[in-house]
């Protein structure tokens, strides 16, 4: 029985989409509070599995030189996991030609190709395939795909990373993680193990084709480097400025392909200069408080050493004695709960 693809037909077309006016869409994944360590799991919309920004051409120029430059760093894939690369690749047409048709088509007189119209590049995705399916798909997206699956491993209940495509690690290397289960990746965060695998491990089990989610990542770092594989440092030679102080945050979407049962685990990775927030103040009132919240293993973890004390003496300045007026109430629709 042929198991059927990923059904967009729900999904609605923005034909009149402008990727040059379009801006970053400004994730505040931050909250006050107590610091609790939860999967900060959400339904996602159909519509908004797959964004553009005026970045796009920016950051595929960078896509194309590392495919060039550092194949092996960048894209890695697994025997077992063949399949599913082209099966992700078929979700991701099937998708951007049904919510962006002006700028990915299927051309009537080419069968078996895609064209994007953003920088005006054609890909053949019918076998027999002339790139690897995820080089394809990384052309795009703006997001890292990556494919984890069960049942390939020592463990039989756990997932594997079978093959990424990564144009935005944070201080690993591809070529050492690929193959890796859940837990491995996840090691060296802080408080994981005890909080957060059994959870994880059991989310991945459940995970249902009809139920994409979505949730939010964010630390520091002190440049703009995106893809940054050496281990960020854990010490400066002198205190950073503050408007080279940058928020690293993730969206990251999850969901299972029909067919050969992958979870395809996206990333898309934004740089936000933290003086960005200047004329937020409820927003920089709620970062600063969460990042107070951190337990030292976190905070160690994140840098806070490094960065922390320019970061309160720049939020002293901004916010003064500034108090939200509900408690923190900040924009609770773009202030998303993460790890």
Not at 47 to 52: C, K, R, Y
Not at 80 to 92: F, G, M, S
Not at 145 to 165: C, D, F, K, R
Not at 251 to 261: A, S, V
Request: include cysteine.
């Amino acid at each position: 029985m042929k198991v059927p693809a990923l059904d967009f037909s729900d999904v609605v077309p923005f034909p009149g989409f402008d990727v040059s006016s379009t801006l970053p869409f400004p994730y505040r994944p931050f909250r006050a509070g107590r610091y609790t360590m939860t999967m900060g799991i959400r339904k996602m919309p159909e519509d908004d599995w797959l964004v553009i920004d005026n970045l796009y051409l920016q950051e595929q120029e960078l896509r194309r030189h590392l495919l060039r430059t550092n194949r092996e760093g960048v894209l890695q894939c697994l025997p077992k996991a063949e399949e599913a690369c082209k099966e992700a690749l078929q979700a991701i047409v099937d998708f951007l030609t049904k919510r962006f048709p002006l700028h990915f088509q299927l051309p009537k007189d080419r069968p078996g190709y895609i064209h994007n119209a953003i920088t005006d590049r054609t890909f053949r995705i019918a076998e027999p395939l002339q790139q690897h399916p995820l080089e394809i798909a990384a052309q795009l997206v703006m997001e890292d795909i990556n494919l984890l699956m069960q049942g390939v491993g020592e463990h039989p209940n756990e997932y594997y990373l079978q093959a990424s495509y990564s144009m935005a690690p944070a201080g690993w290397y591809i070529q050492e993680r690929i193959g890796w289960p859940l837990w491995r990746i996840h090691h060296p965060v802080p408080m994981w193990n005890e909080k957060l695998r059994k959870p994880m491990e059991k989310f991945f089990l459940g995970l249902k084709v009809s139920s994409p989610v979505q949730r939010n990542n964010y630390f520091m770092q002190m440049d703009d480097t995106m893809f940054q594989q050496d281990p960020f440092p854990d010490s400066w030679p002198c205190p950073p400025k503050i408007e080279d102080i940058r928020i690293r945050h993730e969206r990251q979407t999850l969901r299972r392909l029909p067919r050969t049962r992958a979870v395809m685990f996206m990333v898309r990775t934004y740089l936000t200069p933290v003086t960005d927030l200047v004329d937020e103040k409820d927003n920089l009132w709620a970062f600063r408080e969460a990042i107070r919240a951190w337990p030292l293993e976190m905070a160690k973890y994140k840098g806070r050493h490094v960065w922390g004390k320019v970061f309160e003496d720049w939020c002293q300045e901004v916010l003064g004695d500034y108090v939200p007026s509900d408690d923190g109430d900040v924009e609770r629709s773009r202030s998303l709960g993460a790890a």
